[in-house]
Structure formats: structure tokens, C-alpha cells
């Protein structure tokens, strides 16, 4: 009775990381759709009205139908309205490091238009031990939700022993900035919750040489023995990259990543004698097309 | 089932998008015709002269950078041949479409009827492959025009300069009369440009800001004010170089389909007044022109006589056209030098009295960032002057659409800057006398003098990242139509919510550039509208039926940035 007890209590806490990671983007986000504070063309505290961010829009904001009569446009499929497929492999890379070699795949592809597209996303990493868990794949519908930011709700299903299969929702979107922001809320199955949050940021050297600094953290609200995952926050990755474009969509790079494993899942992986932090040395290509 | 775009071959499927690429790739069929381009020393593009015009549009095998492509020209020419018209006459074209997609021919600037226009889905449905189109219409106008595809193949040759020769002979004689077509090439297809736009904004700007650039600043003005410069932008998430849309990473920049080094020559003797013709054929390119050593008299805009306005540089945007005189002050070579507006080329001729001759031909100048006038328009001035304590009247508010708070719009500007005397990024404080529209004052006024009766406001809006483009926040397909009633007279003010130039053209009727106060300044068809400025121009609604009106980057068009006009 105590045990369940305290395993409540765990449950709530990490539940509690889980909603503040969200929180934190949700923040950022809704800082841009909700500020309304300052009415249009008053100039705000940085002095730049309201060409900065999205505030609301006023009451009596001009319709852009006014000037119709009820004239309709005549109907045709214009090139506003296509739909375009894409596919970005933002890392597709050989890994050597302290858990063995192997490979890692950050991978994207969408089709559809400017406010409505499918998407698939799937990221994983496969070295000499077990598959790393956050080794899934999604299928989402993004929204575009505002000029910088979008929300995708779908499905994700992991690879591996102890996979789950997931709904997911979340957002991304360019903060100010230029900070791309990805953060990703899951419910299991059986009702375990999780989130996902990346961020990264361009650093351009040259037009062609571009550092990346990527980041991302995995939560849990339950531990998953068969994938060494503990409960609360399971991990950090941080990644710079440099790349070179030799095209928009040809960009090999090296990195360098450092990984460490938190709380339940760090005890996971001494009691397994695996480091409990990674570090591995990275080779690959950005691709898109 | 081919819907299309103006002549944008468009499914949900992406079928056809595979079908025009095909299309485009498999096309040696024709036996191979010179580029017009390697013409020799052909001092200007071929020519034929009205009323009767056959004009047959093909596939032609053209190497503008090196690589072998597929253009599309009018009788066997890029540019199209020159269309010499007389003022007055009923003209006929007869239009044969030789390729295999739909084309359709657009004369731009004359004021036709309708069925004329050659929009497709607004004038007609446009030329099927292997049909002939007959466009007849009476020329009421004169002066320098153009015509050129209202599709894609714009970007890939079909367009030429058109002139109307006054009834009445024009008093200022000069002794030589060039066309000056100035474009933009590109070795990818133009579907594929759009979709790589489509993907990234930024595909083709690699004048991005660096990190070099920042400790460049850091050196020469400090830490403060070197982050200070940047503060702006990168909360806001715009590039202040955002110039064009496309660059010389992928454009050979032409000059009367000659490549800067195949130096169009045009022959000019010492005494000699040459007339030229300038025509922004380009389909994301504005070019700032000059001719080192030699003043420019601008004589007319987009057909239009203006007072003489002598200069050293002009701005053309895509759609517009301006005519210079010069006078050759001996025989020497003398560079034609047309640097893109994002500086990264230029296309190039000479003014020389034999063919041959060189001038020494600059370098482009440093790019130079978007000024805070650019993003904040009149925000700028008022700020200025509450730090030095002074009362300034306030500018006039901008009433943003409500369709302008949602993805389509990444900005807005709401205290707009009005003025037209701003020669624009890149030209201002140059050293030069850069024209500007203040400069330019329509001979013998309006043609309507009454005063608008009402305004119609259009915010000329975008999303960078999205590479959505639009008007009120509203693309094309989402959008209903603007109603005027016949014959009424109506200010359109625009407003430019965007970094970006826009080149707005209004099909069938013209553009009455309004100055200070209301006051009548020029008659043009495509008006240029820097970021975060504010435009209005006068408009009589005396062309029944349906126009187009658009912005005249071919990219901004096919991504939404159009509307129909409706007069009825």
C-alpha cells in the first residue's frame, strides 16, 4: 500500500516535468497568440508596435470581402493551392562512441499545403547494444497554426522491445530569435504519458558553413524495464554539427554528441554496465528534397 | 483533369507536375535554331511591324551558362521578336501554340477588352497545344510596352518588347532607338525553383548575416550597438537581406537575351541621342540601372510621357519600363550596367560606335542591409523625433484585414512610410541621382480628373518562411473579387506588410500614381511599393468584365499574390 503510494507520488511529479517541458514551449507560443495586451499601433515596450509578434486581432479589423458586392471569385485550382511533397533528412549519420558504432536517423517527410500537411517523422539509433529508445516513428497531421508555428496530432509507434504505441500532439514552430522549437506531448496505451522537447539553433559561419546545436530531452511518467527507461527525466542530447552546404540539399557534416541518462534510467543503465552517459563522434549528410 | 493556374499546370496529385517536368525535358524535337543571343553582333532583337502578326510559340534548344536547355520563344527567338504597332490601328496576332502544355500571350500595358487580355482563366482559357489564338484589338495608346507569357514560361524566354508608334510623330527625335530587355535565366525549371522556394524562403540567399558580420560590427561600432543592429530582426524572425527571392545562384541576368559576356552592343557615335527602351522582363529581379559617364534623361515610364527628369540610376522592377535618352559625348564604349537588386550580378551591354568596343564594367556594390524604415515604415520618423522631444504629426494609421493576424501574414506595418521621393534599399545615399517616383510627373496630367469617390485599401502581405504570398492575408483561391462600378473613380491605396518590393499590376486600366495630398503624380501600369510603404494611386473603372491584378515577382503570383477585379 505504501509502495503504490509512493509510486503515485512518483507518477504525479514526473507528470508534473512532463506538463512544465510542454509548458515552456506552450509559453512561448502562446506569447505570440495571446498578447493582445497592447491595442494594434500602440507601440509596445520595445518600441516596435505591433510589427513584432502576433497580437490579436482588434474588433473592427477591415474585411477583406468588403470590396466584393457578393462578386465570387470563378473557380479554379490555382498554384496557391498545391500540395508539395518533401522529405528532410536532417541527420542521417554513422555513430563511433562509447556504446559501440552504428547509425542515427533523424528523418521527415510531408506532403500537402500551406496550412494543412501529413507528415512522418521517425528518429532512432541503432549502435552495437539495444536500440536506443526513443527509436519511433509518427504520423501526424501539422496544422499551421500561425505564421511561425504549427500543431501536429497523430500516432507514434516505437521500435524495439517494450514499444508502445502512442498518441502524440504538440508543436513547433521559430521562436523569436530564430530558434527552431519542437515539443511533443505523448499518452500511451495504457495511459503512461511522455514528451518529447528538441530545439536547435543555425549558427552560420560562412552561407555554407553552418554550425547546428541541436538539443532534445525525453520524460516519462513510467519506467519501462524493457527499454532501460526509469521514470521522471530520462535523458539530454546535446549535438553540434557543422556542415557544409555544398547545395541547399546536399550537407555532409561531423558532430559531436554528449547524452547523458538521468534518474531511473541512469540507474537502468549502471545496473546494465552501460555508460551512463554517452558521447559518440558523428559523420553524415543532410538531405532534403 | 488540367486545371490551371494562368497557365500553371497545378493538381493536388502533383501528376501534372510531373507531366510539365517531362514536358520540358523531352524536347529536342525542333531542328536546332540559334539562340537569339548568339546573334553576332545583332544590335537588337529581330522585329516585325503590325497591323498582321503571326506568331508561333516553340521549343528552343538555348545555352545561356554552359549547359543545354529548353527555352521557350516566339518564332524562334529569346526575347521574343519586337512588336513595332502603330497607334490607331486594329491590330490582329495570330498565336500558335507549339508546345505541349497550355500557353497564352498577355500584352502587357495595352488597354484591351477582356478576351484579350491573354490571362488564362480571367481573359480565356488559353492556348491549347497545337491551337491558334487570334488576338484582334485597337491600339489606343502609344509608346514602350512588352508582351509575354502569363505562365511559367515567363521564366523561360517567352517575352519581348512591344512599341507603339505615335500617330503623330513624337517631337523628340532621337537618332537611334534601342529595346533594352532586361531578364532573368535560370538552368532549373521554374516549377522547380517555386517548389524549392515553397520548401525554404531562403533557398537562393546566401547573403545571409554571419558570424563574421557580427564581429565585424563588434570591431567597428562595439558590442552594444553590433547586437543592437540585429535585436530587430531576429526577434522578428526576418532577414535583412531578404531582398530577392531569387539570386545569381541560380539567375544569368540578361540583357537582351545576352549574357553579361556576350556584351549586347547597341552602335551610338559621338553627337548621336539615343533613345532606350528599358523593359523589366525579369520574373523576380529589379534592376538598378546606370551608364558610368553618361546622364540618363528619363523620358517616359510604362509608356507614359513624363517631364524630363535627368538622372544618373534607375530602379526597374519586373512589369515596369522606363525610356532614357543619352547623348554619346564622343566615340567611346559605354557599359549598360544593370546590377540586380540584391547585388549578387548583373546583366550588361554596350553603347559603343562599333561592335567590339568595351567599357570598363563595375563591380556590383556592397549589399546593404533593409533599413528600419523598411520593417517600421513611418514608426522609424516618429521615434526620432519623441527622442528629440518634438511634436510630429502623426502618419496615418494602416487598417490591417482581420485575414491579416493568421499564417498567411508574418508581419505588419501600421504606421506606413508615404514617401515616394525614397529611391529604396541599396540606392539610397549612394553618391548617385537615383530616380524616384517623386521624380516622375505624367505629361498633361490625369486622364479622369475627377477626384476618387472612395478608397480601397489592399495590404500587400506575406509569410517568408512559408513563402506564402498574398493580399489581405488572402491567397488567390481563398479570395473574392474587388467590384468596381463602371466608370467610377476609386483610390487604391496599398500597403506593403512585407520586406519585400512588390511590382503591383493592374491589367486593362491604369494606375494613377497619386503624390502628397491626392495630387496626380504619374500613369503607370505596374507600380513598384517598397516594405512598409504606402501607395495610392487613382483608378477609372472603364475596362468591363474581369481583370487581373497582381504583384509581378512570377513567384509571388503563383504562390497567391492576385486578385480579380471586377468591373460590372
Known amino acids: ?289 | 483533369m488540367q486545371p490551371e493556374l494562368f497557365g500553371l499546370p497545378i493538381t493536388a496529385s502533383g501528376l501534372s507536375r510531373r507531366r510539365f517536368l517531362q514536358g520540358a525535358a523531352a524536347t529536342f524535337v525542333l531542328g536546332w535554331q540559334r539562340p537569339a543571343w548568339a546573334q553576332g553582333e545583332a544590335s537588337a532583337p529581330s522585329e516585325l511591324s503590325g497591323p498582321d502578326f503571326d506568331l508561333e510559340v516553340v521549343e528552343l534548344p538555348v545555352n545561356f551558362t554552359g549547359s543545354k536547355r529548353v527555352a521557350t520563344a516566339v518564332n524562334g527567338l529569346v526575347p521574343a521578336p519586337l512588336l513595332r504597332m502603330r497607334e490607331g490601328d486594329t491590330v490582329t496576332l495570330r498565336v500558335t501554340n507549339r508546345l505541349r502544355e497550355v500557353t497564352a500571350i498577355h500584352w502587357h500595358g495595352l488597354i484591351v477588352p477582356q478576351a484579350m487580355d491573354g490571362v488564362p482563366g480571367i481573359s480565356f482559357p488559353g492556348i491549347a497545344p497545337g491551337e491558334t489564338f487570334t488576338y484582334r484589338f485597337e491600339v489606343r495608346q502609344n509608346g514602350t510596352y512588352w508582351y509575354h507569357a502569363h505562365t511559367l514560361a515567363e521564366q523561360t524566354g517567352l517575352y519581348g518588347a512591344l512599341i507603339v508608334e505615335p500617330r503623330t510623330p513624337d517631337p523628340d527625335r532621337t537618332d537611334r532607338d534601342y529595346a533594352v530587355v532586361l531578364s532573368d535565366w535560370t538552368d532549373e525549371s521554374p516549377m522547380q525553383v517555386f517548389l524549392n522556394l515553397k520548401k525554404m524562403g531562403a533557398y537562393y540567399n546566401f547573403a545571409q548575416p554571419t558570424v563574421g558580420d557580427f564581429f565585424k560590427d563588434v570591431s567597428s561600432q562595439g558590442w552594444s550597438k553590433a547586437i543592437e543592429k540585429r535585436g530587430m530582426w531576429n526577434r522578428m524572425r526576418m532577414s535583412p537581406t531578404d531582398f530577392s527571392d531569387v539570386s545569381a545562384a541560380t539567375y544569368t541576368y540578361l540583357m537582351n537575351g545576352t549574357p553579361p559576356g556576350g556584351n549586347w552592343t547597341g552602335i551610338a557615335r559621338a553627337g548621336e541621342r539615343v533613345r532606350l527602351r528599358f523593359i523589366g522582363a525579369s520574373t523576380a529581379t529589379f534592376f538598378d540601372v546606370r551608364i558610368p559617364g553618361l546622364p540618363l534623361t528619363v523620358v517616359s515610364t510604362d509608356g507614359q510621357h513624363v517631364e524630363p527628369v535627368d538622372v544618373d540610376e534607375f530602379r526597374i522592377g519586373p512589369g515596369e519600363t522606363y525610356d532614357v535618352i543619352v547623348q554619346m559625348p564622343d566615340d567611346r564604349a559605354y557599359t549598360i550596367f544593370a546590377q540586380s537588386m540584391d547585388r549578387t550580378g548583373f546583366a550588361r551591354g554596350t553603347l559603343a560606335p562599333r561592335p567590339g568596343m568595351e567599357a570598363e564594367v563595375p563591380r556590383p556594390d556592397a549589399p546593404v542591409w533593409l533599413d528600419h524604415s523598411d520593417m517600421m515604415g513611418a514608426m522609424v520618423a516618429m521615434q526620432a523625433h519623441a527622442g528629440h522631444g518634438m511634436v510630429m504629426t502623426p502618419p496615418k494609421q494602416a487598417r490591417h484585414a482581420r485575414t491579416e493576424y493568421g499564417p498567411t501574414t508574418d508581419m505588419r506595418v501600421d504606421y506606413p512610410r508615404d514617401n515616394l521621393d525614397d529611391p529604396g534599399v541599396g540606392l539610397r545615399q549612394n553618391g548617385r541621382r537615383v530616380l524616384t517616383y517623386a521624380d516622375l510627373h505624367t505629361i498633361g496630367g490625369a486622364l479622369d480628373p475627377r477626384p476618387p469617390a472612395r478608397e480601397i485599401e489592399v495590404h500587400l502581405t506575406g509569410n517568408m518562411e512559408r513563402f506564402i504570398w498574398a493580399l489581405d492575408g488572402v491567397k488567390l483561391s481563398d479570395a473574392k473579387p474587388i467590384h468596381l462600378h463602371p466608370n467610377e473613380r476609386v483610390r487604391v491605396t496599398l500597403v506593403n506588410d512585407s520586406m519585400m518590393t512588390h511590382p503591383m499590376h493592374l491589367h486593362r486600366m491604369w494606375s494613377e500614381l497619386e503624390g502628397a495630398e491626392g495630387r496626380f503624380q504619374v500613369r503607370k501600369h505596374t507600380i513598384s511599393v517598397q516594405p512598409a510603404q504606402r501607395v495610392s494611386f487613382a483608378v477609372t473603372g472603364d475596362a468591363p468584365g474581369r481583370s487581373a491584378f497582381h504583384c509581378h515577382l512570377l513567384y509571388h503570383m503563383a504562390a497567391g499574390m492576385f486578385r480579380e477585379v471586377v468591373v460590372a
Open chain 1, 1 to 289: 500500500m505504501k509502495l503504490l503510494h509512493i509510486e503515485i507520488q512518483r507518477c504525479l511529479r514526473v507528470a508534473a516535468l512532463c506538463a512544465m517541458v510542454l509548458l515552456v514551449s506552450a509559453r512561448l507560443f502562446a506569447q505570440e497568440h495571446a498578447s493582445g495586451s497592447h491595442p494594434s499601433g500602440q507601440a509596445d515596450s520595445t518600441g516596435l508596435g505591433s510589427t513584432e509578434g502576433q497580437p490579436q486581432r482588434p474588433a473592427d479589423a477591415r474585411d477583406p470581402d468588403a470590396y466584393a458586392d457578393g462578386f465570387e471569385h470563378m473557380g479554379m485550382t490555382h498554384a496557391d493551392r498545391l500540395a508539395i511533397g518533401s522529405m528532410l533528412a536532417e541527420e542521417l549519420e554513422f555513430v563511433s562512441g562509447n556504446e559501440g558504432q552504428g547509425g542515427n536517423w533523424h528523418l521527415q517527410a510531408s506532403y500537402g499545403g500551406d496550412f494543412n500537411k501529413f507528415r512522418l517523422r521517425s528518429q532512432g539509433l541503432a549502435a552495437d547494444g539495444p536500440l536506443d529508445p526513443t527509436t519511433s516513428v509518427e504520423g501526424l497531421w501539422w496544422h499551421g497554426y500561425s505564421a511561425f508555428w504549427g500543431t501536429v496530432v497523430g500516432i507514434r509507434r516505437d521500435f524495439g522491445p517494450g514499444a508502445h504505441t502512442w498518441l502524440a500532439f504538440g508543436i513547433e514552430g521559430l521562436s523569436p530569435y530564430w530558434f527552431h522549437l519542437n515539443a511533443t506531448g505523448y499518452v500511451g496505451e495504457d495511459g503512461r504519458l511522455s514528451a518529447r522537447l528538441k530545439a536547435s539553433y543555425d549558427l552560420l559561419f560562412t552561407n555554407r558553413w553552418i554550425l547546428s546545436a541541436a538539443l532534445e530531452s525525453n520524460v516519462y511518467s513510467r519506467a519501462e524495464p524493457d527499454r532501460a527507461l526509469g521514470s521522471g527525466v530520462g535523458n539530454l542530447e546535446i549535438g553540434p554539427r557543422l556542415r557544409y552546404e555544398v547545395s541547399r540539399k546536399f550537407a555532409p557534416y561531423v558532430g559531436y554528441v554528449w547524452e547523458p541518462s538521468f534518474a531511473g534510467t541512469a540507474d537502468f543503465r549502471r545496473a546494465d554496465r552501460h555508460p551512463v552517459t554517452e558521447h559518440r563522434l558523428v559523420v553524415g549528410v543532410r538531405l532534403w528534397r
